[in-house]
């Protein structure tokens, strides 16, 4: 999987429930709320006042370590 500004929360935590350790350390804590599936990573960075280009590297990061 490669993670983009626009891919949805929900689909990265189908892909890969361990992921939701990212979004976590820092501070979103919501990831069970239907809102928070569907929002995109840049909108949901955007409100909790986060760097999405840093969550995003360290997404891509980790998945392609699972290769």
Do not use: W
């Amino acid at each position: 999987m490669v993670v983009t500004r626009e891919t949805i929360i929900g689909e990265v935590l189908d892909f890969d429930p361990e992921a939701g350790q990212f979004f976590l350390e820092i501070g979103m804590h919501c990831l069970t709320c239907p809102v928070s599936r569907n929002e995109s990573i840049e909108d949901a960075c955007e409100v909790h006042g986060t760097d999405a280009d840093a969550l995003i590297a360290k997404l891509n990061a980790y998945f392609a370590e699972q290769k």
